[in-house]
């Protein structure tokens, strides 16, 4: 690419980025997730979450759904094993689903936000460490199961 072709491009697609990085810098942004919070470690045995600055971090967000995207009910989350320092709360709102690309029917539905439940971690002020917190899901139709959390607070 020539330097006057170079200079094109810029132009182009300068107005473009800077109009992305304006709109980023005006969403409001409640949590900061590190970690994928949903990434599984090699072991298998924790989920791993980060929170930088001591802020709330969200564990895990619920949202169950129809084939054709429609609600299919609620899913309860309870805190079997709290942190040692912070607390756990529950809140009901709209989040993306997180269905597998194997699932090819409701794979579509994570595309918009959908009613649902998330916990989230807000860590004790002024606390940097590690901390291990275990949760159990139970679905509408009364299958549950439970992970275990280690949280990173930097």
Same mark, same amino acid.
């Given at each position: 690419?020539?330097?006057?072709?170079?200079?094109?491009?810029?132009?182009?697609?300068?107005?473009?980025?800077?109009?992305?990085?304006?709109?980023?810098?005006?969403?409001?942004?409640?949590?900061?997730?590190?970690?994928?919070?949903?990434?599984?470690?090699? /072991?298998?045995?924790? %989920?791993?979450?980060?929170?930088?600055?001591?802020?709330?971090?969200?564990?895990?967000?619920?949202?169950?759904?129809?084939?054709?995207? %429609?609600?299919?009910? /609620?899913?309860?989350?309870?805190?079997?094993?709290?942190?040692?320092?912070?607390?756990? /709360?529950?809140?009901?709102?709209?989040?993306?689903?997180?269905?597998?690309?194997?699932?090819?029917?409701?794979?579509?539905?994570?595309?918009?936000?959908?009613?649902?439940?998330?916990?989230?971690?807000?860590?004790?002020?002024?606390?940097?460490?590690?901390?291990?917190? /275990?949760?159990?899901?139970?679905?509408?139709?009364?299958?549950?199961? %439970?992970?275990?959390?280690?949280?990173?607070?930097?």
């Amino acid at each position: 690419m020539n330097r006057s072709s170079s200079f094109l491009h810029t132009l182009r697609f300068g107005p473009v980025l800077l109009g992305c990085l304006a709109l980023a810098a005006c969403m409001p942004q409640r949590f900061q997730v590190v970690a994928a919070n949903q990434s599984v470690t090699s /072991t298998g045995q924790f %989920t791993d979450v980060s929170s930088i600055g001591g802020r709330p971090v969200p564990l895990q967000s619920i949202v169950i759904l129809e084939p054709d995207c %429609t609600p299919a009910g /609620t899913a309860i989350i309870q805190v079997q094993t709290p942190p040692a320092h912070g607390q756990i /709360t529950t809140e009901t709102g709209n989040y993306y689903p997180s269905y597998p690309a194997s699932d090819s029917q409701r794979y579509a539905c994570n595309l918009k936000k959908r009613a649902g439940v998330a916990a989230i971690y807000t860590p004790e002020p002024g606390f940097h460490g590690v901390v291990f917190a /275990t949760l159990q899901v139970t679905g509408p139709l009364g299958r549950s199961g %439970t992970r275990v959390y280690r949280i990173t607070v930097q």
